[in-house]
């Protein structure tokens, strides 16, 4: 019998056959919840997000661009999405409110 090298799937690719339609971060804030996954989704993500700021030749740190997009899905969607978050991603920084969910106005958290 011959055995075949099974390449694994990444992260964001299984998050596009969940939802191909929807923005990956937002499917990844929805889906994941476990921690690995979303360490895995987050690199894969600021790799990504690498590509295109390369492409656009803009000098800005891909990691840091990623946490605060991320940062602001997941605060956008509030409650448990952004507590699960933080939790894995401790102050993942927010483009308008900051750098944790304490500092989120009442309402958002």
Same mark, same amino acid.
């Given at each position: 019998? +011959?055995?075949?090298?099974?390449?694994?799937?990444?992260?964001?690719?299984?998050?596009?056959?969940? =939802?191909?339609?929807?923005?990956?971060?937002?499917?990844? @804030? =929805?889906?994941?919840t476990?921690?690995?996954?979303?360490?895995?989704?987050?690199?894969?993500?600021? @790799?990504?997000?690498?590509?295109?700021?390369?492409? +656009?030749?803009? +000098?800005?740190?891909?990691?840091?661009?990623? @946490?605060?997009?991320?940062?602001y899905?997941?605060?956008?969607?509030?409650g448990?999405?952004?507590?699960?978050?933080?939790?894995?991603?401790?102050?993942?920084?927010?483009?308008?409110?900051?750098?944790?969910?304490?500092?989120?106005?009442? =309402?958002? +958290?």
């Amino acid at each position: 019998m +011959k055995y075949m090298e099974i390449e694994p799937i990444s992260v964001i690719e299984r998050l596009k056959q969940i =939802d191909p339609k929807r923005n990956v971060a937002y499917v990844a @804030a =929805d889906h994941l919840t476990d921690p690995l996954d979303m360490i895995r989704f987050m690199n894969e993500y600021a @790799a990504l997000t690498a590509e295109y700021l390369a492409s +656009k030749g803009m +000098k800005i740190d891909p990691f840091e661009a990623a @946490a605060t997009d991320m940062g602001y899905v997941t605060n956008h969607m509030g409650g448990e999405t952004a507590r699960r978050w933080s939790e894995v991603f401790e102050g993942l920084p927010h483009p308008y409110f900051g750098n944790s969910l304490s500092s989120l106005p009442g =309402d958002l +958290k």
